[in-house]
C-alpha cells in the first residue's frame, strides 16, 4: 500500500497540474487517477486505498500531464457527446464546441428518417471521426462518409468508424468531388466540417494545441478562410438543392465565416449560430437551386 491515501495523492497532484498552469487541475487528476483504476471518475469515492504500483503509474501521468502533453492522448479517449472515441498523437482532439456541430446535423438527419428517407451525409475535415461517428450513431439509418487527408488522422478515424457503417475516404477536400465522392455529386443530404480556421500569423499559446495538434488541422491561409472557401465550393457540388450545410468556425469569424457563403451563388439561407458561451460558433446554409450546377 501507498504511503499516502488516494486522496492525499490527488490532492498533491492537482497541486503539481496548477504550478504547470494546466487549465482543469483537479479535473485532470481525477482523470489520470480512473483511467490508471480502470473505474469511471465518479467511483474514486469508493476504491480502496492506493498500491505502489498504483501510485508509480499515477505519478508518471501527472507528470507527463504537467509537461502539456494532452490528457486525451494519456488516456487514449476523448468523450464526444454520446460516444468515447480513441484518440492520439496524429489527430486533432474534439472540442465540446464541436458537439453543437454535430447537433445541428443529427437533428436535420433525424428530421429526414422521420420524412421517410434515407439521409446521405458527408462529414468533411474529418479528423477522428467525432461528427460523423455522432450521425452514424444517434442516427439510423443514415449513410456517412468521413473524409480525411492526413495519414495519421486516417488510422484514428478507421478505428472510430469500424462498427458504426461509415465509408471512410482517405482523399484531399479539394478533390474528393472529382475522386471519392464523384459518385453523389447532387445527392448529399447533409455536409458537415470541422475544417482548419487559424490565420497564418496566429500565436497559439496553448501548448496542448501548438505541440500537439496536428498543423494540417489548424492552419488555414493568412485569414483563417481558406478551407471555408474550398469547402464552400466543394458542398456545393456534393449537396442536392435544399440540402444542408453546418461548419464550425473561430469565436472572431462570426462576420467573416457567413460571408464565404453570402458571396457564393450556390448558397441560401445563410445564418451564423452561437456556442452555449454567446460566442459564434458554427455557419449553416442551404443548397440553392441553380440552373446551372456548380464546376
Not at 505519478?59 to 479517449?77: K, S
Not at 486516417?154 to 458504426?164: F, Y
Not at 462570426?254 to 448558397?267: C, I, L, M, S, T
Request: proline letters at 7%; hydrophobic letters at 45%; charged letters at 25%.
Amino acid at each position: 500500500m501507498s504511503a499516502l491515501s488516494l486522496r492525499e495523492q490527488l490532492r498533491a497532484a492537482a497541486d503539481r497540474l496548477t504550478t504547470a498552469e494546466v487549465p482543469s487541475p483537479r479535473h485532470d487528476a481525477e482523470v489520470l487517477a480512473a483511467h490508471v483504476l480502470g473505474v469511471e471518475r465518479g467511483e474514486l469515492i469508493t476504491q480502496p486505498e492506493p498500491d505502489a504500483e498504483f501510485t508509480a503509474r499515477f505519478d508518471e501521468l501527472v507528470r507527463r500531464r504537467a509537461d502539456r502533453i494532452p490528457l486525451q492522448h494519456l488516456t487514449g479517449q476523448a468523450h464526444f457527446r454520446h460516444v468515447t472515441l480513441r484518440v492520439g498523437p496524429g489527430v486533432f482532439i474534439p472540442r465540446p464546441e464541436t458537439e453543437l456541430t454535430a447537433g445541428v446535423a443529427v437533428d436535420e438527419a433525424r428530421a429526414l428518417v422521420e420524412a421517410g428517407r434515407v439521409p446521405v451525409v458527408v462529414d468533411l475535415f474529418a479528423g477522428s471521426g467525432a461528427i460523423a461517428v455522432s450521425v452514424a450513431t444517434e442516427v439510423r439509418p443514415s449513410m456517412v462518409h468521413a473524409v480525411e487527408r492526413e495519414d495519421d488522422a486516417v488510422t484514428w478515424l478507421r478505428r472510430n468508424a469500424a462498427g458504426n457503417s461509415i465509408i471512410v475516404h482517405r482523399d484531399d477536400v479539394a478533390l474528393v468531388a472529382q475522386r471519392s465522392l464523384s459518385m453523389l455529386l447532387g445527392q448529399v443530404d447533409i455536409v458537415t466540417a470541422n475544417p482548419p480556421y487559424v490565420p497564418a500569423a496566429a500565436d497559439i499559446r496553448d501548448p496542448e494545441v501548438a505541440e500537439h495538434d496536428p498543423p494540417a488541422a489548424l492552419w488555414s491561409g493568412d485569414d483563417g478562410l481558406d478551407a471555408m472557401r474550398m469547402l464552400a465550393d466543394v458542398a456545393a457540388r456534393l449537396l442536392r438543392p435544399g440540402g444542408l450545410l453546418v461548419a464550425e468556425h473561430a469565436d472572431m469569424q462570426g462576420e467573416a465565416a457567413p460571408e464565404v457563403f453570402r458571396r457564393h451563388a450556390a448558397w441560401t439561407e445563410v445564418a451564423d449560430h452561437l456556442d452555449l458561451a454567446g460566442r459564434p460558433r458554427y455557419v449553416t446554409a442551404r443548397r440553392a437551386a441553380l440552373e446551372t450546377p456548380v464546376k
